[in-house]
């Protein structure tokens, strides 16, 4: 008989360790209970002289692989295309789309597709009046000069979306922004889109401030 390694295997193996039959492509597999991966990794280095524990990156063929064409039986081949898709709208949030051209001629949104994209901006109620269903949301703010700032922001986010709002600074501490497309009479997804915007604002340092009590 052929001399081999097995006179390093001990005598017998650890209570619950399963071995299976030699494999063509490598050594016998060694199976362990759940929790032993310590004691796993010391019989793994007295079998089979090394251990190869924690070496997880590729490996190259072994050459019976390479005679079996294995590469034509899996998935995945050197000359696959890869594609790096870019979301489109429907899963971008509504922060983050573009205004785009309103054709005089489209119908304004409907008050059920209106009262569903309500849920994603935040403090924006609908108001439907006769000119068609508008959004409008109110802040209340510390001082005068803090609705002034306010407005500014809230310009600077809609700039260069093309899309205003009609602002009004009320009292001396709130602000009203509207918002609608006036060429259809009603919404569309463009004043949802700035609405969105608007929502990213920061408004903390202009909120009045809360009374402490002793």
């Known amino acids: 008989m052929a001399a081999s390694n097995l006179s390093a295997v001990p005598p017998a193996f650890p209570p619950g360790v399963v071995s ?13 209970p759940k929790g032993n991966s310590q ?24 050459p019976e692989e390479i005679e079996s064409n294995f590469g034509d039986k899996v998935l995945g081949f050197s000359s696959t295309e890869h594609k790096i898709l870019i979301p489109n709208a429907s899963v971008l949030s509504l922060a983050e789309q573009e205004c785009s051209p309103v054709s005089p001629v489209q119908d304004p949104m409907p008050q059920e597709e209106a009262r569903m994209l309500l849920k994603k901006v935040v ?12 959004l409008q949301c109110l802040w209340k ?11 500014n922001r809230i310009f600077k986010v809609v700039e260069a979306t093309g899309h205003y709002p ?6 001396p501490d ?8 006036s060429s259809i009479g009603g919404l569309s997804m463009n004043d949802f889109i700035v609405a969105a915007k608007i929502d990213k604002i920061k408004t903390s340092d202009l909120a009045p401030k809360k009374r402490v009590w002793a």
């Open 20 to 32: 299976h039959p030699p494999h063509p492509l490598g050594p016998s597999l060694l199976c362990f």
């Open 39 to 62: 004691q796993a990794s010391r019989w793994r280095t007295r079998v089979t002289g090394q251990d190869f524990w924690g070496d997880f990156g590729a490996r190259d063929p072994f």
């Open 174 to 181: 709130q602000v009203r922004a509207e918002l609608w497309t």
């Open 123 to 134: 403090g924006w109620r609908l108001l439907d009046e006769e000119g068609g269903l508008k």
């Open 141 to 151: 703010l510390r001082d005068f000069k803090c609705g002034v700032e306010l407005v």
């Open 166 to 171: 009609s602002l009004h600074l009320e009292q």
